[in-house]
């Protein structure tokens, strides 16, 4: 990857460290003492800068509060037991940033700003990084459409910005899920296989309504016939019947999730049987009335592995068999995939990048 980058750094004069309890972190509260800004205008990005953490001002009518052209990234840092700083597959991330950014009508960015930039950030806040497993440093680039004025168009002007923030895991404990028979995260030919801040805000009713029910998250189904399961949450889901693994293939509607692509490639290598095809509701429901349907788990960045308790779909619940740790697909995978990215187990595959 080309990553080099000479880059103005502007330290903080006060670091907020000693005011972080990384003891008892909530994810996504907490942010480090810089951030990295780069703006684009004219038909070109500017050179890109490491400031102190701070607002960003922006005109009312900026084309983002309005046209809502945003896109993100999640992506974490991990320091192993040498202190050494690791980034897990920052490639793909870079990839899909710029997927989205096409999808959306923003400019792409170069993989110097990127993740050259994302290297500076990180080494300039590298003592944010803890070690040890579940502690790693969550990374959040993004870019909006800053240029003023109402007419519905593509801007033509951008802010492109890291920010930093140490975490836990997101989830504790197993969730329960409803299956989506009425709402939809995405359709074909729209922007679900992008990371659109978008996405995000049209999941939040139905989700909301779902936890109300006393669900934590909700399965969407298709938006055409909702009969094929796509994603939990703001997950990939995956689907364990008998020794067998099922996730959906990704589409438009499915984002190409990191996390979702190295626990297929994980559990390949672990002699784990997949298959990557459409998944019905009615084969899911049926594995759980037959007793087949052993596992359903989350995938993410974020939460990594997140396990399903039980679902409900219409008005039935279905409650998924008790499973000892050492025999549960979610857990091996999860301890495997947070094993390479702490640098606790050889990388066969050739994912961790060191900042």
Not at 130 to 142: A, D, E, M, T, V
Not at 292 to 307: C, D, H, M, P, Y
Not at 310 to 334: I, S, T
Request: charged content about 25%; aromatic content about 10%.
């Amino acid at each position: 990857m080309n990553t080099s980058l000479d880059i103005k750094i502007t330290k903080t004069a006060t670091s907020k460290i000693e005011q972080c309890d990384f003891d008892n972190l909530k994810f996504g509260a907490q942010f480090t003492d810089h951030m990295l800004v780069c703006e684009y205008e004219n038909g070109r990005w500017s050179e890109p800068e490491i400031k102190p953490y701070a607002p960003v001002t922006l005109d009312p009518s900026a084309r983002i509060f309005h046209y809502g052209q945003a896109i993100f990234e999640g992506m974490k840092a991990y320091k192993d037991e040498q202190n050494q700083v690791w980034l897990f597959r920052p490639d793909e991330n870079f990839r899909r940033f710029n997927k989205s950014a096409v999808r959306l009508a923003m400019p792409e960015i170069s993989e110097e700003i990127f993740i050259g930039g994302l290297k500076a950030l990180v080494r300039t806040d590298e003592q944010w990084v803890k070690k040890g497993l579940g502690n790693s440093l969550y990374i959040r680039p993004f870019m909006i459409a800053t240029q003023s004025g109402v007419i519905a168009s593509p801007s033509e002007k951008f802010l492109f910005c890291i920010i930093l923030s140490p975490a836990k895991s997101y989830y504790s404990g197993k969730i329960k899920v409803k299956i989506a028979d009425y709402y939809s995260r995405a359709a074909n030919g729209g922007i679900g296989a992008a990371k659109a801040a978008g996405n995000y805000a049209a999941q939040f009713y139905p989700t909301r309504l779902a936890q109300e029910e006393g669900y934590n998250q909700v399965i969407w189904t298709d938006d055409a016939t909702h009969t094929k399961l796509e994603e939990a949450g703001t997950m990939n889901v995956f689907f364990r019947i008998d020794d067998t693994l099922h996730t959906a293939p990704v589409s438009d509607r499915i984002l190409d999730g990191v996390t979702r692509k190295s626990l297929i490639d994980l559990a390949k290598h672990l002699g784990i049987n997949v298959k990557v095809e459409p998944v019905e509701v009615e084969r899911i429901l049926e594995a759980a009335k037959n007793g087949s349907l052993k596992e359903i788990f989350g995938a993410g960045t974020a939460a990594v592995i997140n396990q399903v308790e039980g679902f409900a779909y219409k008005n039935d619940y279905y409650q998924l068999p008790e499973m000892a740790d050492e025999d549960a697909f979610a857990l091996q995978l999860k301890e495997g995939l947070t094993r390479i990215q702490n640098k606790l187990s050889d990388d066969v595959f050739g994912w961790t990048v060191q900042v």
